[in-house]
């Protein structure tokens, strides 16, 4: 079955970058969506269509695609940025919506 | 305001099923959008169940598809996910979700923690 692989975890100190990979071999077809989850909450979208920013997010958040990986970029990490990353986009047969979500970044401010 | 709002047992007993109902307000169903299941076993990633689209037409995990029921009730504004045969490997939190090819997952429902377990 098709995988979005994702580095299990990221540290950075406050006002650092934090930088999180996602690789799938479909994604150079299809777009990446990027979404925060903190403990106990339901996941809140913070890219999609791998670089654009919903409204209410800030900054400090964008994502961009290089070949098959996508990355999220995270400017000036601050504390509250403390979470679960996960990147999701369709399955390899590029078929919507057959998702698939990457395994997930814990990103661990220092 | 669109929101979502799961509902339904939260222990469920190894091989039966597992009802849940999605109550969504703010958007009608019929619309647009898909309307989909994705959960999250405890301390893990998360998983995509299955999805219908406003039209009716369904979409599921070809790794739970044998299972797995999605249905919409458009009076009601409102969508279920039934999964059978259900063991321990399916304890997790669920979430109803709406999400499109353009704009990801952008409404969740807080999520429902179901246990299987006798």
């Known amino acids: 079955s098709y995988e979005l692989t994702q580095p299990p975890s990221v540290s950075v100190s406050p006002g650092q970058t934090a930088r999180i990979t996602c690789s799938g071999d479909?994604?150079?077809?299809?777009?990446a969506y990027w979404y925060q989850q903190k403990p106990g909450q339901a996941p809140v979208l913070v890219i999609y269509?791998?670089?654009e920013r919903p409204s209410g997010i800030p900054e400090r958040f964008s994502g961009s695609s290089s070949g098959t990986t996508v990355t999220l970029t995270i400017s000036g990490v601050q504390a509250e940025d403390e979470a679960d990353y996960y990147c999701?986009?369709?399955?390899?047969?590029?078929?919507?919506?057959?998702?698939?979500f990457g395994g997930g970044t814990k990103l661990t401010v220092l | 305001q669109v929101q979502l709002q799961e509902s339904g047992p939260g222990l469920v007993k190894p091989s039966e099923t597992l009802s849940l109902t999605c109550a969504v307000s703010?958007?009608?169903?019929?619309?647009?959008?898909?309307w989909g299941w994705i959960r999250q076993p405890p301390g893990k990633g998360l998983e995509w169940i299955g999805s219908?689209?406003?039209?009716?037409?369904?979409y599921y995990n070809p790794s739970l598809k044998s299972r797995v029921t999605i249905s919409v009730d458009t009076s009601k504004n409102q969508f279920s996910l039934k999964l059978s045969s259900v063991t321990a490997a399916d304890t997790a939190v669920y979430y109803c979700?709406?999400?499109?090819?353009?704009?990801?997952?952008?409404?969740w429902g807080q999520g429902t923690l179901v246990t299987v377990s006798s």
């Open positions: 979700a709406r999400h499109s090819t353009g704009l990801g997952v952008d409404y």
């Open positions: 703010g958007y009608s169903i019929s619309s647009g959008y898909y």
């Open positions: 219908i689209y406003h039209s009716g037409s369904t």
């Open positions: 479909a994604l150079p077809k299809q777009y």
């Open positions: 269509k791998d670089s």
């Open positions: 999701q986009s369709a399955d390899s047969s590029g078929t919507y919506p057959y998702v698939v």
